[in-house]
């Protein structure tokens, strides 16, 4: 109010003396008044009118000329106007400069509103999912990729992790598409194409599979010529004991070339294991009389605490050899006359399968890496005691395909628990 008044001060003083002048000349001080009030507020209304034109056409256009008040207020709005513009300009900049990036990138980008409809999308995504600039823009992306796998991940709306699809334009290259969701239910579509990726993989996994294929049959050989020496009474005992050797040695390579048959037959398989319903009574009385086997030299406690009446739906001799995986490296791994708890149980609708023991546990730097193939703690001990550095891998691979979770915890020199938790819908309670 202060800075009205003293910009207006003047003004006010002239009219004022104004109309005391013509009233001392000529009296009727209050018409004086009020052709003074009038003109004042005429004027007021004028530049009032001025400034709201000004305000109409979105500051755009030259200031309007004003005098004294008007003159302050038009001043702060243009001040502001120039800064707003600049702002603009700005953030117009980094918008063209973060869409001829994103233009520009290699990868399928596509930005969708929360019905799926397509909002914006780059020219890779343009090129590889056939999607037309003119008619597309607002179409929901599943009418445009009708892929069922994309389908059910879009509906799914679970994206942790991404999904591969054949790219809708060229059925031979392969597209790894993630959907990322931001903002207010927004999202990100990011598809990448990993053809390339793709036949390298299968390139190493044919080649892995082939290897082990090729040796299987001479190994099987050497390994039947060995048993036969190492059974000769004949042969004197320096060099039975050396045929003695030779023939632990092919085994371990016969063990590693069948895990890493089955690794491979694992990877070529389809990514969903089948969903045969097992009763696990069956399973657990072999991993019971298994593990007698195994254990006996080592005088272990082993006990089987089972939920019998709980079922699972899978694949039964991938299960198989994920529980006696796990509990022959229990056993492996577990010195004499420790303890070994298989548990089979129910928890939150899951099944979960649990193998607890008491051995030389592991250390929590290598706990992640477990999985990798011939990944070990200890090569000696594991070499030692007849492991292949595959078992974990194959584990992994069977989970990965039943959609279960491989939880391990461990404590060096106390123990360690291996649990497997399987999803709901492949958990049968009765
Ligand atoms: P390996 O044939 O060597 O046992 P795995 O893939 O089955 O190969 O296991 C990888 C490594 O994990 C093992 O070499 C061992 O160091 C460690 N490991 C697995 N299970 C256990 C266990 N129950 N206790 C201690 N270490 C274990």
Not at 299 to 315: H, M, P, V, W
Not at 360 to 367: E, L, N
Not at 386 to 406: D, E, N, P, S
């Amino acid at each position: 109010l202060n800075r009205i008044w003293n910009r207006e001060s003047g003004r006010i003083l002239f009219a004022a003396s104004a109309v005391a002048l013509l009233t001392i000349l000529f009296d009727n001080f209050f018409i004086w008044l009020s052709l003074a009030l009038f003109i004042y507020v005429c004027w007021l209304l004028i530049n009032l009118a001025r400034l709201d034109e000004w305000v109409e056409k979105s500051l755009r256009t030259d200031p309007p000329d004003a005098r004294g008040l008007w003159e302050d207020i038009v001043l702060t709005l243009y001040r502001y106007r120039n800064r707003n513009q600049k702002r603009q300009k700005k953030l117009v900049n980094r918008l063209t400069q973060f869409q001829e990036a994103t233009q520009a990138l290699p990868d399928v980008v596509i930005v969708l509103d929360s019905e799926w409809g397509v909002q914006w999308a780059n020219k890779t995504a343009i090129r590889m999912l056939s999607i037309k600039a003119a008619t597309d823009i607002g179409q929901r992306i599943s009418n445009i990729v009708r892929n069922p796998v994309f389908v059910d991940y879009l509906e799914g709306e679970d994206f942790s992790e991404p999904v591969k699809i054949p790219a809708p334009v060229d059925n031979s290259l392969t597209l790894l598409v993630h959907i990322v969701p931001y903002g207010k239910k927004r999202y990100l579509l990011v598809a990448r194409d990993i053809t390339k990726l793709e036949r390298l993989e299968k390139v190493r996994q044919d080649f892995v599979a082939n290897v082990s294929h090729e040796m299987r049959t001479p190994l099987t050989v050497i390994n039947g010529y060995l048993e036969t020496l190492c059974d000769d009474d004949s042969i004197e005992s320096a060099t039975a004991n050396l045929y003695e050797q030779m023939h632990q040695q092919s085994m371990r390579m016969q063990n590693i070339v069948n895990d890493l048959l089955l690794l491979a037959k694992l990877e070529s398989a389809d990514s969903q294991a089948t969903r045969n319903e097992i009763s696990l009574a069956g399973l657990l009385s072999i991993l019971k009389e298994e593990s007698e086997g195994l254990s006996r030299s080592k005088q272990l406690n082993i006990q089987f605490e089972a939920d019998t009446s709980l079922k699972l739906r899978g694949s039964e001799s991938e299960l198989h050899s994920v529980f006696s995986n796990l509990l022959s490296n229990a056993i492996r791994y577990t010195p004499e006359h420790g303890l070994i708890t298989v548990r089979w149980y129910c928890k939150d609708n899951k099944a979960n399968f649990e193998v607890q023991d008491t051995g030389i546990g592991i250390a929590t730097q290598h706990i992640d890496r477990l999985t990798e193939r011939f990944y070990r703690v200890d090569v000696g001990r594991s070499r030692h005691s007849g492991g292949t550095g595959l078992g974990l891998a194959i584990v992994k691979h069977v989970l990965l395909r039943h959609r279960a979770v491989l939880n391990i915890s461990s404590e060096e020199g106390v123990g360690s628990c291996f649990q497997v938790v399987f999803p709901k819908d492949r958990t049968i309670i009765e």
